[in-house]
């Protein structure tokens, strides 16, 4: 009975905190019981695959693809499904599903965040062109 005196006495600004915290709890069983559905054993489905397909089974490959549908699969049956092709049909075939079992922000390079171009501090790693002169050291500290 003290938890719904307290939101009482808070006002109607418990509400809008009610509703973010229904939404969080949402979220977050939600997407565990997603990530939970897209464990597997990858190491060993890899080695089953790759047994079926030196054995020339690529049928049964796909199908073992099929069978466990999660992104590594769909990926991996994609490139299967253009066996036969060239190398370049193949990788492209690949690249599409990889895209399309990724979450959008993922699958647009505009997107992506440039974590190689902006740094919020100094590279101290690597002298920068500018270190080598002596005239203006300062220079040294500004980011790539």
């Not at 080598?132 to 980011?143: D, F, G, K, R, V």
């Amino acid at each position: 009975m003290f938890l719904f005196e307290a939101f009482q006495l808070g006002g109607w600004g418990m509400y809008p905190i009610l509703l973010i915290c229904l939404i969080t709890i949402y979220l977050t069983i939600d997407r565990t019981t997603y990530l939970g559905k897209c464990k597997v054993d990858a190491d060993r489905l890899i080695s089953l695959i790759r047994s079926q397909i030196v054995s020339g089974n690529i049928r049964g490959a796909i199908t073992t693809c099929q069978a466990t549908p999660v992104p590594l699969t769909k990926i991996i049956a994609a490139g299967l499904n253009k066996a036969g092709g060239s190398e370049h049909d193949i990788q492209q075939a690949m690249d599409e599903e990889a895209f399309a079992s990724c979450p959008r922000w993922k699958s647009e390079p505009a997107t992506w965040p440039c974590w190689e171009t902006w740094r919020p501090w100094p590279d101290f790693s690597e002298p920068s062109p500018a270190s080598s002169s002596h005239s203006e050291p300062w220079l040294a500290l500004t980011p790539r």
